[in-house]
């Protein structure tokens, strides 16, 4: 799909970049016009309050006054440290572009971000979900079923599954070849029982809908879009927990922590979600330490 920029005036190294990110990194579109706002909002703020400074002159004081203007309004940490992050991949390309030979991130930190567990559901809540919430014998009702099926089993995320296509499931080997960010291919294994589930489903679209390479799709032959599964997820979830966030990501979350509670090694659940760092994955170690806690308090005679 091509993404189109408007030039940001003074700043055509910006274009450049956004180019290089779209054709050279294959970054998804979500991700281009997340750089595309950051950059636009830095250098807006450089062309009025400093009357558009050359990319060579940007010093780390100006990018300080930036960030102090951002979080004078009451940005949280964590947006500002997707700000600086974009500015920082910026200043490396202009570095490898020999445009600049410093980058003016190099003394700039990264403000804290309080760490939040993730949200999961309930193994019982899940089990309730699948054995004894109906389905419509329709085929949304069968859709329905079949997305909240693999988001728990394969914890795929939502732009995976939405973009998943029929030759993406590999019978042969039961697993799905994935296409994840920054376009990555990964492997996830899946039950014999989802994966002929999935067959018949795929074997099962009525004649309307043939010729579509999405495996999910509406009663109307079109592929799902973000608020058809977020309304699923919410509907389905509000039926089984309390929970006050309810999403696709709360699946992908209750995947690996039960993963992880049931003694899954931390390096293979890095692979099954498709992160780049273990970093990323560790913090469901946290949701393991309380369960043993909770394991702890019910268990000893002392606690």
Known sequence: MATFFMPITHYPQVQSFLDYLQFEKRYSQHTLISYQHDLEQFFAYLTSQFDAPAISAISAGLVRSWLAELKGDENSSKTINRKISSLKSFFKFMIKQEVISLSPMTTIVSPKVSKRLPTFVDQRDIQTLF???????????????????????????????????????????????????GNKERLIPLSQSLLQELKAYMTDKPERLEGILNVFVNDKGKPLYPKYIYNIVTQYLGNVTTLEKKSPHVLRHTFATHLMNNGADLNAVKELLGHSSLAATQVYTHNTIEKLKEVFQKAHPKA
């Open 131 to 181: 054995d004894y919430v109906e389905f419509l014998d329709t085929w949304k009702g069968r859709t329905d079923r079949l997305v909240l099926a693999l988001f728990y089993n394969t914890g795929m995320r939502l732009s995976e599954l939405i973009n998943l296509k029929e030759n993406q499931v590999d019978a042969a080997y039961n697993q799905l070849k994935v296409l994840g960010k």
